[in-house]
């Protein structure tokens, strides 16, 4: 069997031979705040790091916050020495970037699996309770969908315009789930469905959703949740990039336009054992009531992870779709978890909290902390709506409220890391108040 740098020297290998015109790679990792850092690496140097040679980057780069900026959290970013640390890369993520106007590659880079991972680093969050839950047995399969709108590509003074449509060159200012919508987009949704394939991503449905320029994209059921997550933030990169390509701009923004659904980020988990048995539906279903339960007493101690910014929790109890309280139901998509009708081997949760623009790695990792804790405590969750539509427990709505509520939770700290818990409130807290220190015009308007 080969080693692990032998494989990633072949892979490395291996592309450069299929694409000779490409000089260099960008190594990428999420960061808190869900964008992309890294380093942009000439292919022949890559070839030394697959080899098992050092690869650092600052740890504090995972702190950014929103705009880009080092808070001070703790002793981190300005008493530490701002020191290096460890990264390793991803097999199987080394890819060429297509979207771009000269030749050139993407991988992905984590702290995970190295001597020492970055505690509050977003895939190592996520790795570690995906390895609690597989020594317990417990097997995840995952599939996320995305919503998405699409715009012009030229701002109206800082603000959005409806896309054009290709074929009339009239705006597409009209809501509604028409197949005919997918068909006059088709040229920029067939890129970016292509684009991601290209980048091992497992596409599959498309919807044209109910907002002007809205679209929705499936992704495959995955044994592997690093991987699901992987293709998720993937997934929104390339699609920017392809869209600008064509003349319009792709955003994941929760809530871009008040009179408008947002757009949110719905996870579909399953749980198996080792046997491949469907954990939910043992004991006619038992552990899917307690794993609904264990889901609802969490999420409102992990708002900061669902909804990570001001405009994410502007979409919540929006016009469609979007829940108000902590439910769950059958079939009832106005259900922070809803159960999709399924044979007992599909058996599973849709967790449609989360807005589309939250860090995929963290919101899977709430969400299996959420399942986790639910199948150890065995309790009863409350009503569903579809026996009490008034059914559900609140959540904070205010950011401030929000990393309180997470910050102090010992079960949350127990599942997602307490060091994590710690450094991503205290991220959030500061972004917030960031944002809060600039006068909009409207406050002119109304009290000048």
């Not at 998720?232 to 390509?245: D, E, H, I, P, W």
């Not at 860090?359 to 150890?376: D, K, M, Q, T």
Request: glycine share 8%; with cysteine.
């Amino acid at each position: 069997m080969k080693s692990p740098s032998a494989n990633l020297l072949a892979e490395v290998r291996t592309f450069r031979q299929n694409h000779p015109d490409v000089r260099y790679v960008d190594l990428i990792a999420l960061d808190i705040a869900g964008h992309f850092y890294g380093k942009r690496y000439p292919v022949e140097m890559l070839e030394k790091v697959a080899a098992g040679g050092p690869l650092k980057l600052p740890q504090n780069a995972v702190l950014l916050g929103a705009q880009g900026g080092l808070f001070k959290i703790g002793d981190y970013c300005f008493n530490d020495g701002d020191p290096d640390a460890n990264r390793r890369l991803v097999p199987g993520t080394l890819k060429p970037v297509s979207w771009q106007s000269q030749p050139l590659g993407q991988m992905l880079i984590t702290s995970d699996g190295t001597e020492a991972p970055i505690e509050f680093e977003p895939r190592e969050v996520l790795a570690n309770v995906l390895e609690r839950l597989h020594l317990k047995g417990i097997h995840p399969v995952v599939a996320f969908e995305l919503e998405f709108y699409l715009f012009d590509k030229k701002l109206d003074n800082g603000l959005p315009q409806f896309p054009r449509d290709p074929l009339s060159d009239d705006a597409d200012d009209q809501p509604n789930l028409h197949i005919e919508r997918l068909s006059r987009f088709g040229d920029v949704l067939d890129d970016m469905a292509q684009t991601a394939r290209a980048q091992g991503i497992d596409i599959t449905v498309i919807t044209a959703e109910i907002g002007p320029g809205q679209f929705e994209i499936n992704f495959g059921h995955c044994d592997d949740g690093l991987r699901a997550a992987d293709w998720a933030a993937l997934f929104c990169r390339s699609t920017r990039g392809v869209a600008l390509k064509h003349g319009y701009r792709a955003s994941f923004m929760a809530k871009p336009y008040l009179q408008f659904p947002g757009s949110g980020m719905h996870v579909h988990v399953s749980l198996y054992d080792g046997a491949g048995n469907n954990l939910l539906a043992a004991h006619q279903q038992q552990p899917l009531r307690h794993a609904v339960a264990g889901c609802l007493a969490l999420l409102p101690h992990c708002m900061p992870i669902f909804a990570p910014n001001h405009n994410a929790l502007r979409r919540l109890g929006g016009t469609v779709n979007a829940a108000t309280r902590a439910s769950w139901g059958f079939e009832d998509r106005d259900a922070c978890v809803r159960i999709p009708e399924s044979d007992p081997r599909n058996l599973r949760i849709e967790h449609r909290l989360a807005s589309a623009d939250a860090n995929p790695y963290l919101v899977l990792a709430a969400i299996l902390a959420g399942l986790e804790h639910g199948l150890e405590a065995r309790q009863e969750p409350i009503a569903p709506l579809n026996e009490d539509r008034s059914s559900g427990t609140d959540f904070p709505v205010e950011m401030l409220d929000a990393v309180r509520a997470m910050r102090h939770q010992p079960v949350v700290r127990d599942k997602l890391g307490a060091e994590f818990v710690e450094v991503y409130c205290e991220n959030k807290r500061q972004d917030h108040l960031a944002f809060q220190q600039e006068i909009h015009a409207r406050e002119y308007r109304w009290f000048l």
